[in-house]
């Protein structure tokens, strides 16, 4: 059975922290792997990972993929009270998007 | 980019009633688009994935007598919640791919549906 798995399932830090969050998968076939961010309504698209070892980074934001290992990290530098919401990863099989449990990261001032 | 249009982004209906919801691409062809429901603090959950022309493909547990699905054209899918009862009130979200292998998907800004 595909899964993805996210964790932790929640994070609260304080402004300037780091925080990495996690997505493992396993699926029987991998096109691409792809994290959104949700706060109140619908997901907003982050990155779109194929190849491992591959750094994609936006701002502050940074996301690698590792196909060996089957897993993704998700790298926020220096948070900011902006940054609280759900983060989602999704693997896409082809015809289908697994979504992993999410991550809800809460950043405190 | 990429333009997923949802509609309505709230209702509220009386039990029994049905409520139909629409998902629509503004700007590219969406072959495949996907249903999700959304429970507080919750993931994604998949509903059904529907692609153009044909029956849409419903996870299991999902009712598809319940849930009708219509995928007449490359930018609309509907979703129909038939003789919904309170346990139906959720966060529907709907994604559009344009079925390209590596492809990121769309979302809609979603609908918060209360049955009262």
């Known amino acids: 059975e595909d899964k993805v798995v996210q964790s932790p399932l929640s994070l609260v830090v304080h402004e300037g922290d780091t925080v990495t969050l996690n997505c493992s998968y396993e699926?029987?076939?991998?096109?691409?792997l792809l994290w959104y961010k949700q706060e109140k309504k619908a997901p907003t698209f982050l990155f779109m990972l194929?190849?491992?070892?591959i750094e994609k980074k936006s701002g502050r934001l940074s996301s690698i993929l590792d196909k060996k290992e089957l897993f993704s990290i998700l790298n926020i530098t220096a948070t900011q009270t902006g940054d609280s919401a759900v983060y989602l990863c999704?693997?896409?099989?082809?015809?289908?998007?697994?979504f992993g449990t999410g991550t809800s990261l809460t950043v405190i001032p | 980019g990429a333009v997923v249009s949802q509609h309505p982004s709230r209702v509220i209906c009386k039990s029994g009633t049905s409520v139909k919801i629409e998902c629509r691409s503004l700007?590219?062809?969406?072959?495949?688009m996907f249903w999700y429901r959304q429970f507080p603090k919750q993931s994604l959950m998949l509903m059904a994935t529907?692609?153009?022309?044909?029956?849409?493909?419903?996870e299991q547990g999902v009712e598809k007598d319940k849930f009708l699905i219509n995928h007449a054209s490359l930018t609309l899918s509907t979703l129909t919640v038939t003789s919904a009862h309170p346990e139906d009130s959720s966060f529907y979200i709907c994604?559009?791919?344009?079925?390209?292998?590596?492809?990121?998907?769309?979302f809609g800004q979603g609908t918060r549906l209360t049955v009262v």
């Open positions: 994604s559009a791919s344009k079925g390209a292998l590596n492809t990121e998907a769309f």
């Open positions: 699926v029987t076939n991998f096109r691409s």
């Open positions: 194929t190849s491992s070892g």
């Open positions: 999704a693997v896409n099989t082809g015809n289908q998007f697994y």
């Open positions: 700007d590219f062809q969406a072959t495949t």
């Open positions: 529907s692609n153009e022309g044909s029956k849409a493909t419903y």
